[in-house]
């Protein structure tokens, strides 16, 4: 069973940049595929980058293209999205997953780091 757990969110100005570790225990990178979802208060889960074990990125939400990236470090088992030009709708709860051999069915999810922009 993979072990993820999340660090880096925060409180930040409309236009300010956050960087969300994963850290990742139990697995080897070459059977998973790794990503980030969020939810917003009333909203449902929606994801929002999501790559391969071998660093390929397969998805990015299109309201975060061009400020938001996604990527790894195998070395250190971790996962990073990088948020540059926040905005208040980016306020949520984000949550780094793993699914082993990509498979949606077979996704563990870490406790989620809360991102909070203010106007």
């Known amino acids: 069973q993979v072990q993820l757990v999340e660090s880096g969110g925060g409180s930040v100005q409309a236009g300010g940049s956050l960087r969300l570790s994963c850290v990742a225990s139990?697995?080897?990178?070459?059977?998973?595929?790794m990503g980030w979802f969020r939810q917003a208060p009333g909203e449902e889960r929606e994801l929002v980058a999501r790559?391969?074990?071998?660093?390929?990125?397969?998805y990015i939400l299109d309201s975060v293209k061009g400020r938001f990236t996604i990527s790894q470090d195998n070395a250190k088992n971790s996962l990073y999205l990088q948020l540059n030009s926040l905005k208040p709708e980016d306020t949520a709860m984000y949550y780094c997953?793993?699914?082993?051999?990509?498979?949606?069915?077979?996704?563990?999810w870490g406790q989620g780091t809360q991102v909070t922009v203010s106007s």
């Open positions: 139990g697995y080897n990178p070459d059977q998973y595929c």
């Open positions: 790559m391969t074990g071998r660093g390929d990125v397969l």
């Open positions: 997953t793993a699914d082993h051999m990509c498979l949606a069915s077979r996704r563990s």
